[in-house]
Nanobody, 116 residues
């Protein structure tokens, strides 16, 4: 069974930064396009960012362009999301998964709360 373990969330003030990590196992991580998703209360899960298997190409939702950076370390089977200039509307549970068709099994996610 695929395993995805997200970490790094927390409470941060508007304008602050966080770095999320996702440790992946039980699939061929280095050949898989990975992405970060988020789900805010009462809203559907949405794609935040995606990264090619070799890290050579990235894509971002318009709402996070210029503020978030996705990266990966294939030697560590880990994908990261650096989040800067955080806004209250970034508050959500953040998940990693593959893209474009996610695994059926999701991790527990990591809560990000942006509030003063």
């Amino acid at each position: 069974q695929v395993q995805l373990v997200e970490s790094g969330g927390g409470l941060v003030q508007p304008g602050g930064s966080l770095r999320l990590s996702c440790a992946a196992s039980r699939f061929t991580f280095s050949s898989t396009v990975m992405s970060w998703y988020r789900q805010a209360p009462g809203k559907e899960r949405e794609l935040v960012a995606a990264i090619a298997s070799n890290g050579g190409k990235t894509n971002y939702a318009d709402s996070v362009k210029g503020r978030f950076t996705i990266s990966r370390d294939n030697a560590k089977n880990t994908v990261y999301l650096q989040m800067n200039s955080l806004k209250p509307e970034d508050t959500a549970v953040y998940y990693c998964n593959k893209w474009p068709i996610p695994f059926a099994s999701w991790g527990q996610g990591t809560q990000v709360t942006v509030s003063s």
